[in-house]
């Protein structure tokens, strides 16, 4: 299984609601990633966890609040989130400690009304 | 730090023409070098990459790279553009084992014009 699955497909959402994205992958792959995807732009990159821990926070603001509660599985919470936060939010998953390459899920278009 | 630079966020080519996309690097060190490719809603798919042995790459749809380290470059090339290659394509530098970080090119969005 070479797949990174990612739910929901769409969400809608207001300003003041919490809501949670998920990614999940069974490669064995013990890095996974959240990166922010606005249009016609590069991801940029959230958050990174190695071996089911926070390694790197790229200064994301509070309101977006990571957890990997296995190795398998990324969650991204979801709070009080403004309208610039609308884009498309893209999890990966890799080996640690080799060439980097990442394997991208097919994504969460996130509208935040 | 390591660095990026696609040449053209927009190229058209015909049906049937050589498709050629730009990537320009920059490293301190060895890098290591993918391309990706993004259909319209959809994730990152990678195409191919180079890390040691053979600078020309081969990979998915046809696609192939060469590995050039005197010009800091890895062009994405394909002989012959069919309309399904239209889509956005960004390429990445990875410079060290297990650095965790991919730099990404701005992208270039390719269209192929029947």
């Known amino acids: 299984d070479t797949e990174v699955t990612q739910t929901p497909k769409h969400l809608v959402m207001g300003m003041t609601n919490k809501k949670s994205l998920k990614c999940e992958q069974h490669m064995g792959h013990r890095a996974m990633y959240w990166y922010k995807q606005k249009a016609k732009k590069p991801p940029e990159l959230m958050f990174v966890?190695?071996?089911?821990?926070?390694?790197i926070n790229e200064s994301v603001p509070s309101r977006f609040s990571p957890e990997c509660p296995n190795s398998s599985l990324l969650n991204l919470h979801l709070h009080a989130l403004q309208p610039e936060d609308s884009a498309l939010y893209l999890c990966?998953?890799?080996?640690?400690?080799?060439?980097?390459?990442?394997?991208f899920g097919p994504g969460t278009r996130l509208t935040v009304l | 730090a390591q660095s990026v630079t696609q040449l053209g966020s927009h190229v058209s080519v015909s049906e049937g023409a050589l498709v050629l996309l730009r990537c320009n690097y920059s490293?301190?060190?060895?890098?290591?070098l993918f391309w990706y490719v993004q259909y319209p809603n959809q994730g990152l798919q990678l195409l191919l990459k180079y890390t040691t042995g053979a600078t020309l790459v081969k990979g998915i749809n046809g696609f192939e790279a060469e590995f050039k380290k005197s010009e800091t470059s890895f062009h994405l090339t394909k002989p012959s553009a069919h309309m399904s290659d239209a889509a956005e394509y960004f390429c990445?530098?990875?410079?060290?084992?297990?650095?965790?970080?991919?730099?990404f090119g701005q992208g270039t969005r390719l269209t192929i014009n029947p």
């Open positions: 990966a998953s890799s080996q640690v400690g080799q060439t980097n390459e990442q394997f």
């Open positions: 490293s301190s060190v060895p890098p290591y």
């Open positions: 966890y190695s071996y089911e821990k926070l390694s």
């Open positions: 990445a530098v990875s410079d060290l084992w297990g650095a965790q970080k991919l730099v």
